[in-house]
């Protein structure tokens, strides 16, 4: 096992610090402990693959409904502790659920419980900004009660999916004297490149036309760099996409459409194991963006990176069918993060 990957511990006179104090952890999401989608082994043998894998500081999954002994059991086997985990929520509807899983966490070892909330309350209407803030502040209450702490992630399906809408919850979050806590998932954003569907389905067509929103991460004041210099980021999911697709060829939902394009393979799949051609520079905006937030947090003695997951996954609109190993591809991209924060250190 690497441990944890390495940063300062003060800062030093070139302002990235020195080299050889726990600094962020790295986690593999739970979903992708497998190898073939559709086919989990046993949460022992998850635990176990992870761990020996030696790349990995910790399991990314919450105790799931009816399982939370296994997990706890397989967590102390291994000494390889759950911290991080997320789960989904409907305004009006889950503030109970979100509660006992806010304590969950708390009581399984967890340090950081992410909240995706859908777009929609309960009741049918769109969320509003003071909406999505209230449950914010409410959520923060409940994790400090028990000792943890939340972050809200930018996602498609859920209020975020218009990234507009990010810094001007984080503003109004900011106002109350409370931090705000962000997820960084950079696929979600680099999907939309280069797709007029993707983008309409957030509403966010004519800001991209216009200039008013920028996606590129290699064109000036685009919205991931702003982000990153906001240094509001606590965790940092890490999965490739292609701009533009492909959509997952191999998914289809109940009205018959594809899966959506969250997903590409980080290495070359094998003959056989993608259902498109794979193209290496594809998987570049993503490592670039990955690139950016290791400099940040190198430079930045006071960044507040604290989790860093693999999130090569096995849902409809990500790996779901898929041939090649979703935990090789996991495994490789946890490498090449270390290798990749051992070259900040000299840049």
Known sequence: MNGPVNARSSPSSDGRGDVGSPSFLLGCNGRGAQHLPGNPPPIDEQFRMVKESGVFDYFDRMPQPGQEKEYITAAARYDLPMITGLWTYTMGKDEALLKNNLSLTSESGGQCHNIMLFSQHADGHQLSNQEVVDFYLAAYDLAQQVGIEITFEVHINMWSEDFRRVNAVADMVGSHGIPFNFLLDHSHVLLKLDSAEEQRRSGIEAAVASGE?????????????????RNMTVWHSVRPVAPGGPKNLWATDEHGNFGRACQYPFHRPRPGEFHSEWQAYKVEPCKAVVRRVLAHHRRDPGSRLKYVTTEIIDLIDYGMN??????????????????????????
């Open 213 to 229: 929103l920028i996606l590129d991460p290699f064109e000036p004041d685009n919205i991931i760099d702003d982000w990153i210099a």
């Open 322 to 347: 898929a041939r090649y190993s979703l935990f090789e591809q996991s495994v490789a991209i946890a490498q090449w993060i270390r290798d990749e924060w051992e070259k900040t250190a000299t840049n």
